[in-house]
């Protein structure tokens, strides 16, 4: 399903709540029906260990509120909705993602998009963080430079038509790679056409993102990202993901 085809489904966050807020949900009633829904299924949208005006240099508390309230709710509803009454009520996500092919195209949507906006949520931080450790001496050893591996991973984002994601992540043989996905699919999904892996590091390229701040200036938003990311969650991830530690 492409971007258009959502939101015309989903009715929840359309373009135009991006562009005129207000005419569909305010952040305010986009709240409430946050509120509301939190025990309406075994899914939830997580708590954010932040506010939403944490980023403002790089993105708008709007665009943030939008995103979290209005965007990746319509997520978490609609995967609780697609499994009520099915045995993956009782998975988790990252189980049901590991074995996407056996679900319609509403699951593979839904739980891909609440999980990669968890797992984004996650990645950034209004905190000054430092890329030290494993992780550094790998990207080092693999693109020789941390900013050579920032290049692969903008060209990846931006080279992505459309919607979609860019990741770093480690494969079986415990290597780095970068890659990137369409929609909300992502390299935990056991789909054609994916290259799957352990994410460690995403970045989220629909313009909810970054809409409001940037508007079609995608290259720009990429470029500031760096400014926020949470290396020391990064840095986890990788020690987890090279000790083989992933949620089932």
Not at 142 to 171: H, I, N, P, Y
Request: proline share 4%.
């Amino acid at each position: 399903m492409d971007k258009r085809s959502f939101l015309k489904s989903t009715a929840v966050l359309g373009a135009a709540a991006l562009v005129m807020p207000g005419m569909l949900l305010t952040p305010k009633d986009a709240q409430a029906n946050a509120l509301e829904s939190l025990g309406k299924g075994p899914f939830k949208l997580p708590k954010l260990p932040y506010g939403y005006d944490a980023f403002e240099a790089t993105i708008d508390k709007q665009t943030m509120e939008l995103h979290h309230t209005g965007h990746h709710q319509a997520y978490v509803d609609n995967l609780n909705d697609a499994v009520k009454g099915t045995p993956a009520e009782a998975l988790t996500v990252e189980a049901i993602l590991k074995n996407i092919k056996k679900y319609k195209d509403v699951v593979r949507n839904n739980a891909g998009g609440h999980w990669n906006h968890t797992f984004w949520w996650e990645t950034i931080t209004p905190e000054k963080t430092t890329l030290i450790g494993g992780l550094n001496d790998a990207l080092k050893k693999k693109w020789t430079s941390v900013d050579l591996m920032k290049a692969e991973f903008t060209k990846a984002a931006l080279g992505q038509f459309g919607s979609g994601w860019a990741w770093l992540c480690v494969d079986s043989a415990k290597q780095l790679f970068i890659t990137s996905t369409p929609n909300q699919d992502n390299p935990l999904m056991d789909f054609p056409g994916i290259i799957k892996g352990t994410p460690i590091l995403a970045l989220d390229v629909w313009e909810h993102a970054y809409y409001l701040k940037y508007h079609e200036k995608r290259r720009d938003y990429v470029t500031n990202f760096w400014n926020i990311v949470n290396w020391n969650v990064v840095e986890q991830r990788y020690q987890e993901a090279i000790a083989g530690k992933e949620k089932k």
